[in-house]
């Protein structure tokens, strides 16, 4: 069964940073490529940050580049967003997804909200 947990969201001020994490099971970790995507209100669910298996390449929206990482440890089977400068425009509903068997896989989410 794939389990995807998301944790470390928050209320920060602008300017501040906050590290997101997701622990997975139920699958192959280190053979899965791992996303970040979030959802503000009224607006569609967009693709923030990507990872992929072997080489570990990563992705990013143009809205989060140069401020967003994306991580992951297999060891720990746990993918990490590291956001920093973050804005009120990223507060939103953020998860963790993947794609196994051809079937997506959604975490509950972890609010995160950027204010003063």
């Known amino acids: 069964q794939v389990q995807l947990v998301e944790s470390g969201g928050g209320l920060v001020q602008p300017g501040g940073s906050l590290r997101l994490s997701c622990a997975a099971s139920?699958?192959?970790?280190?053979?899965?490529?791992m996303s970040w995507y979030r959802q503000a209100p009224g607006k569609e669910r967009e693709l923030v940050a990507i990872?992929?298996?072997?080489?570990?390449?990563?992705n990013y929206a143009d809205s989060v580049k140069g401020r967003f990482t994306i991580s992951r440890d297999n060891a720990k089977n746990t993918v990490y967003l590291q956001m920093n400068s973050l804005k009120p425009e990223d507060t939103a509903l953020y998860y963790c997804?993947?794609?196994?068997w051809g079937i997506g896989y959604w975490g509950q989410g972890t609010q995160v909200t950027v204010s003063s």
């Open positions: 997804y993947t794609k196994k």
């Open positions: 990872i992929t298996t072997l080489s570990g390449s990563t």
């Open positions: 139920g699958f192959t970790f280190s053979s899965s490529a």
